[in-house]
């Protein structure tokens, strides 16, 4: 059974730093392309930032230089680090995999990030 479990979400002033962190289970990293994406209140959904299985990294223009997404296969996790946080990063944030064969795409239950003085 695959498990996406995410953490680390929580209240932060504008210019603060959080990491999120995606706990996986029953996946393998090395064919499954990861990724986190966030939802505002009344706003799509939208992605962020994704580790691609064949490696590298690719960041949303709203976050490239303020956000760092990093995977760790041996622990199955992968983090999203993210700095100069503004207000307008509140959002509740998921972690998706998609890969595998036949594809699959999960997601996590999302966690709460609210970026307010």
């Known amino acids: 059974q695959v498990q996406l479990v995410e953490s680390g979400g929580g209240l932060v002033q504008p210019g603060g730093s959080l990491r999120l962190s995606c706990a996986a289970s029953?996946?393998?990293?090395?064919?499954?392309?990861m990724g986190w994406y966030r939802q505002a209140p009344g706003k799509q959904r939208e992605w962020v930032a994704t580790?691609?299985?064949?490696?590298?990294?690719n960041y949303a223009d709203s976050v490239k230089g303020r956000f760092t997404i990093s995977g760790d296969g041996g622990k199955n996790t992968v983090n999203l680090q993210m700095n100069s946080l503004k207000p307008e990063d509140t959002a509740v944030y998921y972690c998706?995999?998609?890969?595998?064969?036949?594809?699959?795409?999960?997601w996590g239950q999302g966690t709460q990030v609210t970026v307010s003085s």
């Open positions: 998706r995999a998609v890969g595998g064969m036949p594809l699959r795409d999960y």
């Open positions: 029953g996946i393998s990293f090395s064919i499954y392309d």
């Open positions: 580790i691609p299985s064949g490696g590298g990294r």
